[in-house]
């Protein structure tokens, strides 16, 4: 069993999920430069062999044609980390900063008030 598995992840206490295009959602939000250790993400808790170059979804191709002049997605709200974000979206583009031996990189913030009219409960 992994680590993530143990750790709270809901982003509200009715375990909605979200329902929607988050990029078209994100356009309006503000530009803010991050240090990337201040963004929880789920690979956080996964074993190295599943992330990176292993990442399962693409052997490792999506963090070596991540376009970093992107912006990757954050929400500003609690975590399981405890961090102040959590990754939305630029898994693959987070991982090809910090090979490039980057600290922070520039994200969309969103707020949970800007998500909840899309969150839907998981039936």
């Known amino acids: 069993m992994h680590k993530w598995f143990y750790n709270e992840w809901r982003i509200d206490p009715l375990d909605r999920v979200f329902v929607g295009n988050i990029i078209e959602l994100a356009k309006q939000a503000p530009?803010?430069?991050i240090e990337l250790s201040d963004?929880?993400?789920i690979d956080m808790y996964e074993p190295s062999t599943h992330k990176r170059e292993c990442c399962l979804c693409c052997n490792?191709?999506?963090m070596y044609y991540a376009d970093i002049s992107k912006?990757?997605?954050v929400?500003?709200?609690d975590n399981p980390a405890g961090l102040p974000y959590r990754l939305?979206?630029?898994r693959h583009r987070v991982w090809a900063m910090?090979?490039?031996g980057m600290t922070e990189g520039r994200f969309k913030v969103l707020e949970l008030a800007q998500i909840k009219p899309y969150l839907r409960l998981f039936t």
Do not use: M, N, S, Y
């Open 31 to 33: 530009l803010v430069t």
């Open 39 to 41: 963004i929880c993400r």
């Open 60 to 62: 490792g191709e999506g």
């Open 71 to 73: 912006p990757g997605i």
């Open 75 to 77: 929400l500003q709200a």
């Open 88 to 90: 939305l979206d630029g």
């Open 98 to 100: 910090e090979a490039k």
